[in-house]
Antibody, heavy 120, light 107 residues
């Protein structure tokens, strides 16, 4: 059974950093494109980052809102995905989801999300 | 970025009804469009990808159509459990973008 479990969320001050993790099971992360999507309270989802599969050299893409501040990476030995977030702003407050994508199909599995609150 | 506009923003319908939600992209996205259902406190759930392909396990009362810039999600024979927010998403060009959502309420 495919499962994704996020962790690492919490309360952080503006300007601070946080690293989110997403542990995969039931499939090999490196075979898939993996995405991060966030959802601010009461708002719709916002796609923020992708790391492509090993076959596509783990290349990355970012939304303009996070480019230069967030970095997506993957550890195949841990079958895990990460999102390093720096220079956090209040508008980064959201529930952060990781999701699995496949060529031609997007976000067919999602984790349960981890909440990030940026506040002083 | 490609803007994705959904309409209507909310619908109220009865069980057994047929409803249609539309999604318009500001630029051509071929058929790289997905539909999701989100219930309170849950992650979005993929219903349709490639504009018209039903995700495994999704009931056949859900269907999608369209290409280019105009797309529709149709739910035939509404069930009470279809009460949710529905989002479309283009994944043709980065950054991938979601519509603002359509809230479906069942009377």
């Amino acid at each position: 059974e495919v499962q994704l479990v996020e962790s690492g969320g919490g309360l952080v001050q503006p300007g601070g950093s946080l690293r989110l993790s997403c542990a995969g099971s039931g499939f090999t992360l490196g075979d898939h494109h993996m995405d991060w999507v966030r959802q601010a309270p009461g708002k719709g989802p916002e796609w923020i980052a992708r790391i492509r599969n090993r076959a596509n050299s783990d290349t990355t893409e970012y939304a303009t809102s996070v480019e230069g501040r967030f970095t997506v990476s993957r550890d195949d030995s841990q079958n895990s995905l990460y999102l390093q977030m720096t220079s956090l702003k209040s508008e980064d407050t959201a529930l952060y989801y990781c999701g699995r994508s496949t060529v031609g199909k997007i976000l067919d599995y999602w984790g349960q999300g981890t909440l990030v609150t940026v506040s002083s | 970025a490609i803007w994705v506009t959904q309409s209507p923003s909310s619908i109220t319908a009865s069980t057994g009804d047929r409803v249609t939600i539309t999604c318009r992209a500001s630029q051509y996205v071929v058929t790289q469009l997905a539909w999701y259902q989100q219930k309170p406190g849950k992650a979005p759930n993929l219903l349709i990808y490639a504009a018209s392909t039903l995700q495994t396990g999704v009931p056949t009362r859900f269907s999608g159509s369209g290409s280019g810039t105009d797309f529709t999600l149709t739910i035939s024979g509404l069930q009470s459990e279809d009460s949710a927010i529905y989002y479309c998403q283009q994944y043709y060009t980065y950054p991938f973008t979601f519509g603002q959502g359509t809230k479906l309420e069942i009377k």
